[in-house]
C-alpha cells in the first residue's frame, strides 16, 4: 500500500499569512492526490481533487500543486475560518484511498 | 438533496462486533465507490475499505484485512461496515463516504456524519 507523509505535523502561522502544506507519497500516485481539511466535531470537506482542481465552492486562496510523489496544498492568506487540520489522500494505486498523517495549522 | 446518514452511536464489549449502516439518497447508489473511514479520537484519518455498489467489488486496508467485512445493498441503497473482534482501539467515530468523480468532470465527494463506537468491558 501506498503511504503518504505530510509535513510539518503543526504549523503556526498568522491570520493573512501564507501557509504551505506538503504531501509525499511512498510511489507515484500521477496526479490523484486530494486535500481534504477537517474541524473539529465535523467530517472532513474536500478543498482540492486531482492535485490542482479546486472543489465546488472552495475559495481562490486554496490551490494545490504537484505531481507524481511531492504534492503541496497553499492557502494565499490564511482567514480566521481556515484553522484546521488538513488531510492528503491519494486515489491512484490500487486501494484507492490512503490518507497522510494530517499537518495541523494553528494560530501563532 | 444528496445524504449519506448512517445509524446511531454504538457501545461494545472487546471482543464483540459492530455494524453499521449508512442509507444513501439522492443520488444513484451505484454510480460511486463507497469507502469507509475511521477516526479515533484526537487522531488522523484511517481509510478501512471501500466497495463497488454497482458489482459489489470489495477491498480492505492491510490493517483492517480479516477483521471488517463492507458491503452494498443495492435493493436498499445501504452500504454496510462490519468490525468484528473490538478493541479498546477501534473506539473511534466511523465515516461513511461516497467519493469520485460525476460525469462533469466535478468532484463527488459526499461524507456522512459519523457513527461513534465506543469499546469498553
Known amino acids: 500500500e501506498i503511504v503518504l507523509t505530510q509535513s510539518p505535523a503543526t504549523l503556526s502561522l498568522s491570520p493573512g499569512e501564507r501557509a504551505t502544506l506538503s504531501c509525499r507519497a511512498s510511489?507515484?500516485?500521477?496526479?490523484?492526490l486530494a486535500w481534504y481539511q477537517q474541524k473539529p466535531g465535523q467530517a472532513p470537506r474536500l478543498l482540492i481533487y486531482d492535485a490542482s482542481n479546486r472543489a465546488t465552492g472552495i475559495a481562490a486562496r486554496f490551490s494545490g500543486s504537484g505531481s507524481g510523489t511531492d504534492f503541496t496544498l497553499t492557502i494565499s492568506s490564511l482567514e480566521p475560518e481556515d484553522f484546521a487540520v488538513y488531510y492528503c489522500?491519494?486515489?491512484?494505486?490500487?486501494?484507492?484511498?490512503?490518507f497522510g498523517g494530517g499537518t495541523k495549522v494553528e494560530i501563532k | 438533496e444528496v445524504q449519506l446518514v448512517q445509524s446511531g452511536a454504538e457501545v461494545k464489549q472487546p471482543g464483540a462486533t459492530v455494524k453499521i449502516s449508512c442509507k444513501v439518497s439522492?443520488?444513484?447508489?451505484?454510480?460511486?465507490?463507497m469507502h469507509w473511514v475511521q477516526q479515533a479520537p484526537g487522531k488522523g484519518l484511517e481509510w478501512m475499505g471501500l466497495?463497488?455498489?454497482?458489482?459489489?467489488?470489495?477491498v480492505y486496508a492491510e490493517k483492517f484485512q480479516g477483521r471488517v467485512t463492507i458491503t452494498a445493498d443495492t435493493s436498499t441503497d445501504t452500504a454496510y461496515m462490519e468490525l468484528g473482534s473490538l478493541r479498546s482501539e477501534d473506539t473511534a467515530v466511523y465515516y461513511c463516504?461516497?467519493?469520485?468523480?460525476?460525469?462533469?468532470?466535478?468532484?463527488?465527494?459526499?461524507w456522512g456524519q459519523g457513527t461513534m463506537v465506543t469499546v469498553s468491558s
Open positions: 466497495v463497488d455498489p454497482e458489482d459489489g467489488e470489495i
Open positions: 489522500q491519494q486515489r491512484s494505486n490500487w486501494p484507492p484511498g490512503t
Open positions: 510511489q507515484s500516485v500521477n496526479n490523484y
Open positions: 463516504a461516497a467519493l469520485g468523480i460525476a460525469a462533469t468532470g466535478d468532484a463527488f465527494d459526499i
Open positions: 439522492g443520488y444513484t447508489f451505484t454510480d460511486y465507490y
